[in-house]
């Protein structure tokens, strides 16, 4: 691979990445592919302890790999990935952490201290992530959507995408009227970062899910978080929204007081 990498026509190769990456990834891609892929099947990488770090090495030589594929005609992607699964060397970088143990470990004050330094359009994005539990990528869908999916605090969303529900969440009157602009993947990547959020922005839904488990209610918290119910249950799940709501906002405004 080294030979081939010697002759690799960088420009060419950051034209592919730009042009099937949205552009912030594609920068940190494509510096990572170039400072690191001298590390692709070495013992170095294999030593390496699980971290951000190597993720992003992985990252950068998968995507090198990938290229040298479909513009030599190689097979180091798929000696890549063959390799990687010989050496175990998995891609996430924690194990799976317990939701309660999480909510040990990151506390509610230090995530709210941190929220409060953050610019106003990502503190307002930040909170409505950790208020309504949603995964990222549907809190951005839901906060970009507000207006077309809020009703009387409720936003219905019975999204469905095989192994990943959601549900129905509400909206909190303090967020309601903030919502008036729209966020993307990478702005919230690039804003919400764990050196500013301090901890990663998912582990916001896991404080979700324990706040509302013990505070609230665990079976509502459980169908807000996509994990029982789906559209043909929301005239059961529905009506038991109506009947927490107001302890929800209560309890809720309790930690956004002086938030946003």
């Not at 009703?151 to 509400?170: H, P, Q, S």
């Not at 043909?232 to 002086?258: A, G, T």
């Amino acid at each position: 691979m080294a030979e081939a990498v010697k002759d690799l026509n960088w420009e060419d190769y950051r034209e592919w990445l730009f042009n099937n990456k949205s552009q912030l990834n594609a920068k940190y891609t494509f510096k990572d592919s170039k400072k690191y892929h001298h590390l692709a099947f070495s013992d170095e990488l294999v030593s390496m302890k699980p971290s951000r770090k190597r993720q992003d090495i992985l990252k950068g030589i998968s995507n090198i790999t990938r290229y040298l594929d479909i513009k030599k005609d190689t097979d180091f992607h798929e000696l890549w990935l063959k390799w990687l699964k010989k050496k175990e060397i998995r891609w996430r970088m924690n194990p799976k952490t317990d939701t309660y143990l999480l909510a040990n470990q990151i506390r509610m004050e230090d995530v709210l201290k941190n929220i409060r330094g953050l610019p106003e359009k990502y503190k307002i994005f930040a909170t409505f992530v950790l208020v309504s539990g949603l995964r990222t990528s549907e809190a951005i869908e839901a906060f970009n959507n507000h207006d077309k999916i809020c009703r009387e605090g409720v936003m219905e969303l019975f999204w469905d995408r095989g192994t990943k529900k959601a549900n129905a969440v509400y909206c909190h009157p303090i967020l309601h009227d903030k919502m008036k602009y729209k966020t993307s993947a990478s702005r919230v990547t690039k804003n919400l970062h764990s050196k500013y959020l301090g901890c990663e922005v998912r582990y916001l839904r896991k404080l979700n899910y324990t706040f509302n488990a013990t505070k609230i209610d665990p079976l509502l918290a459980e169908f807000m978080q996509g994990r029982r119910g789906n559209v043909s249950q929301r005239h059961y799940f529905l009506p038991m929204m109506s009947n927490h709501r107001r302890k929800w906002k209560s309890v809720w405004l309790k930690v956004l007081k002086d938030l946003v």
